[in-house]
């Protein structure tokens, strides 16, 4: 079974919705595969801890930042957190920090680049909320895979 994502577009054709935002690697992983849980944040990272804290189950944390590279909203500290806590990966439409020490963890992180200053702290935001990116719905519920190629999402799981 490959979940290599060029694999999963041949198999799978339309089925299958390829993100258009370029999105870098920071996370030691760089593929990965699970069912999406979404937020909806600008520059605030309260709710993207809080659901971190929680048991991933191989789950994909999509962030929709509104491409704000204005502060960070995960840093070494979270995605520790989510690796130990059982997530399979982060995508963040917005910022990192600590990107030298994030590299280092294993768990899969796509973000458009990084931030040395942190979010704010007031909790603002959505979760489980439809949500758009590089021309891709993500849905909670929905399935998505991740590699060096880049992020393709389809309504359940798939095999290349």
Known sequence: MSLATTDLCDAHGDNVRVVA???????????????????????DNVLVRAALEEPGHGRV???????????????DLIAALAHTNGWEGIIINGAIRDSVA???????????GTCPR???????????????????????????????????????????
Do not use: H, M
Not at 102 to 111: E, F, H, N, R
Not at 129 to 155: C, H, K, N, Q
């Open 21 to 43: 935002a370029q999105f870098r690697d920071y996370g030691a992983r760089r593929e990965f595969a699970g069912i999406i849980t979404t937020l909806k944040v600008y520059e």
């Open 61 to 75: 944390l999509v962030v929709d930042g509104a491409a704000s590279l204005r502060c960070a909203l995960v840093g």
């Open 102 to 112: 994030v590299g280092a963890i294993q768990i899969g992180i796509k973000a458009l």
């Open 118 to 160: 942190r979010s704010a702290k007031n909790g603002q935001g959505q979760r489980d909320v439809t949500i758009s990116i590089g021309e891709v719905t993500f849905s909670p519920g929905a399935w998505l895979a991740a590699d060096a190629d880049g992020i393709v999402v389809a309504d359940g799981p798939l095999e290349g």
